[in-house]
T-cell receptor, first 112, second 112 residues
Framework: DAGITQSPRHKVTETGTPVTLRCHQT?????MYWYRQDPGHGLRLIHY???????DKGEVSDGYSVSRSKTEDFLLTLESATSSQTSVYFC???????????FGPGTRLTVT | GNSVTQMEGPVTLSEEAFLTINCTYT??????LFWYVQYPGEGLQLLLK?????DKGSNKGFEATYRKETTSFHLEKGSVQVSDSAVYFC???????????FGQGTELSVKP
């Protein structure tokens, strides 16, 4: 299994509070991704990173920001959580020149 | 456009039955295609892949053939087991951002 961990694994927070989710990899892969999983939608890309300090938006980036200061860590921040951001969040990684991605175990976030 | 469409679930089968989960995609060119499997409470695992037309991906008794004529990548298994119960996702590579575009997932339930 690819060495990917996510923290926390579960979180309940209130509307309007900031939340940061962390993805950590031990594979030294260049690319990292944040997806959200919602019933009926499969997985949708929020943001991705193609190197340290290099990030870009995915298809559902509104309300989210990311940072990558080290190869191994990719942070997803909800500046002011809303109930529509209740979801399961997955981090993924991939190597340069390879198309497949490897996924972390997920973080279940509930915004009340 | 760029999309992936899977047959709707849930699919319920008896043990040892034949499985087919349909997947079609839209794309310009010939993107790499993937099947991922998600067991309850876990992240997505890469099940198999095909990187060019007419390729057959296979793993753990599952197979899928990249058919460019019908833009399809149907997942098959000759004899399912209870342990195959999971959600299956078809995905295609999209080279803008190196992301994966997922279908909505198909839940499979195998009864003894």
């Amino acid at each position: 299994d690819a060495g990917i961990t996510q923290s926390p694994r579960h979180k309940v927070t209130e509307t309007g509070t900031p939340v940061t989710l962390r993805c950590h990899q031990t594979e030294n892969h260049r690319y990292m991704y944040w997806y959200r999983q919602d019933p009926g939608h499969g997985l949708r890309l929020i943001h991705y990173s193609y190197g340290v300090k290099d990030t870009d938006k995915g298809e559902v980036s509104d309300g989210y920001s990311v940072s990558r200061s080290k190869t191994e860590d990719f942070l997803l921040t909800l500046e002011s959580a809303t109930s529509s951001q209740t979801s399961v969040y997955f981090c993924a990684i991939s190597e340069s020149g390879r198309f497949e991605q490897y996924f972390g175990p997920g973080t279940r976030l509930t915004v009340t | 456009g760029n999309s992936v469409t899977q047959m709707e679930g849930p699919v319920t089968l008896s043990e040892e039955a034949f499985l087919t989960i349909n997947c079609t995609y839209t794309a310009t060119g010939y993107p790499s295609l993937f099947w991922y499997v998600q067991y309850p409470g876990e992240g997505l695992q890469l099940l198999l892949k095909a990187t060019k037309a007419d390729d057959k991906g296979s793993n753990k008794g599952f197979e899928a053939t990249y058919r460019k004529e019908t833009t399809s990548f149907h997942l098959e298994k000759g004899s399912v087991q209870v342990s195959d119960s999971a959600v299956y996702f078809c995905a295609r590579y999209y080279n803008q951002g190196g992301k994966l575009i997922f279908g909505q997932g198909t839940e499979l339930s195998v009864k003894p």
